[in-house]
């Protein structure tokens, strides 16, 4: 190949990378793309939601009581015999 030829083989790339690339984007892909922004957020909600319930067990867990209460740690680790 000789190096005229090579300006004009760049641009006919180039043009067909633009062509190709510019196309508008597929109504299908835009609404996946927002259903899963929607998840993702509901995903988020649910986890702080979590961690808030979490917190508010230990909490309570801690509280003062008048009898003693094992945590919940400890409750999962008995077991009985019969």
Do not use: W, Y
Not at 13 to 27: D, M, N, Q, T, W
Not at 57 to 70: D, F, N, S, Y
């Amino acid at each position: 190949m000789s190096l005229l030829n090579f300006p004009i083989l760049a641009a006919l790339v180039f043009a067909i990378a633009a062509i190709v690339g510019c196309s508008s984007p597929s109504k299908p892909n835009i609404e996946l793309r927002k259903q899963n922004a929607g998840l993702r957020a509901d995903v988020a909600s649910l986890k702080m939601a979590h961690e808030s319930d979490v917190a508010t067990i230990r909490r309570l867990e801690a509280g003062a009581t008048t009898v003693p209460v094992l945590p919940h740690e400890r409750v999962s680790k008995l077991f009985t015999a019969h």
